[in-house]
């Protein structure tokens, strides 16, 4: 992307950027004079794609241009700084294409060894309060982390989170309501999902799940390789679970945030990852199958020692799987007590070879 592409002149970002850096009391003249100067040596240029060629860190989200300073430039000991121009306040800065603002949008939250501050309008009033993700070691295991929240001056420690390996973060802004999704991965590559509301009063927890969010629209580089991924719509993300109906899987499907906050699944039929047919029938099991070609279903034979693969889950507990002869088999399964069964038997023991985590 280049930075001409978002702004109308460089005269009118130059004094937006003059106007941001007056009202920051955050760091000292020295600094604003450097960030100053760094940024109209790289406005110079006939282009400006955001990275260390042009000299120019930047990104661009639904509330405006934020651009990014390290320290070995600016002289600043405090990590990587910034200066936020926002389209709200200076919308003769932006073109078009860049101030218009879906109802529903999702936004990834930087988190890392420096903290970075962003500007958002939580409760609608026209005025943006700063927040950050803040990482801080364990004090028992130097790979472990926790979380906390800055907002202004306020720092909420998300205790609920734990402590974890890795982390990202995402906001989710559903028309007029605003969730941080948090995904923490721990021991064993478990990973988990915390909502957390952002009211005018305060931050609580909605609740957590098993997961994370694997958005749908990729960036893509030279040689079809994909560099990261951009996230979309809270009314429709991909969304990967784990599964225990027959040993531990993942499944992964489409989802939308629903009106508490947590992600709900928009398919009825939730896909199966992976291709390991390391399960087999341990007797003979009567289903309904069709071949793949066919929509007919008829009624057959799933042979003891017939290797299988689970490919679908319903959400009615409808089991879809595959044999090695290309048909799928449907299993309607019934769930007593968080025990499946099917034709009055327990599901698992019905196969073998399943594999648990953990």
């Known amino acids: 992307m280049d930075l001409y592409d978002v702004i109308t002149t460089k005269e009118a970002l130059m004094e937006a950027f003059d106007q941001s850096l007056s009202e920051n009391s955050l760091y000292v003249k020295k600094w604003k004079d450097t960030v100053r100067r760094l940024t109209e040596a790289a406005l110079s240029e006939d282009k400006i794609i955001s990275g260390a060629e042009s000299g120019l860190s930047f990104t661009v989200d639904y509330q405006g241009l934020m651009f990014y300073f390290n320290e070995e430039d600016t002289g600043f000991e405090g990590g990587p700084s910034t ?3 926002g389209f709200e306040e200076h919308p003769e800065v932006f073109t078009p294409a860049y101030t218009s603002v879906p109802v529903n949008y999702a936004s990834e939250i930087a988190i890392g060894d420096y903290e970075s501050v962003y500007w958002y309008d939580f409760n609608g009033d026209g005025i943006r309060e700063s927040f950050s993700l803040i990482l801080s070691n364990d004090l028992n295991d130097e790979y472990l982390h926790h979380l906390s929240l800055r907002w202004d001056d306020t720092v909420v420690t998300l ?10 973060a995402f906001l989710m802004h559903e028309a007029d309501r605003d969730y941080i999704y948090v995904e923490t991965t721990t021991e ?5 999902l915390y909502v957390f509301e952002i009211t005018t009063e305060a931050i609580a927890l909605v609740n957590s799940t098993e997961g994370c969010i694997k958005f749908m629209i990729y960036n893509e580089e030279p040689g079809g ?14 969304m990967e679970t784990i599964d225990y109906t027959l040993g531990t899987n993942w499944l992964i499907g489409e989802y939308c945030v629903d009106w508490t906050g947590m992600p709900d699944s928009n398919s009825y039929y939730l896909d199966y990852i992976g291709d390991y047919w390391y399960i087999t ?19 057959g034979i799933i042979k003891e020692g017939s290797e299988i693969l689970p490919y679908q889950l319903g959400m009615g507990s409808e089991l879809r799987i595959k044999t090695r002869d290309g048909k799928n088999w449907r299993l ?3 769930n007593k007590d968080g025990v499946l069964y099917y034709n009055g038997k327990e599901l698992n023991d019905l196969f073998e070879g399943q594999i648990y985590a953990g």
């Not at 205790?159 to 990202?168: K, L, T």
């Not at 064993?188 to 988990?192: I, K, P, R, V």
């Open 159 to 168: 205790d609920e989170v734990g402590a974890f390996y890795n982390v990202n």
């Open 225 to 238: 390789h994909n560099s990261g991924c951009i996230p979309t719509n809270p009314r429709r993300f991909s």
């Open 188 to 192: 064993n590559d478990f990973q988990t």
């Open 332 to 334: 309607d399964l019934e």
């Open 281 to 299: 029938a341990a007797e003979d099991i009567k289903a309904v199958y069709t071949n793949e070609d066919e929509y007919d279903e008829k009624t």
């Open 83 to 85: 200066v936020f121009v």
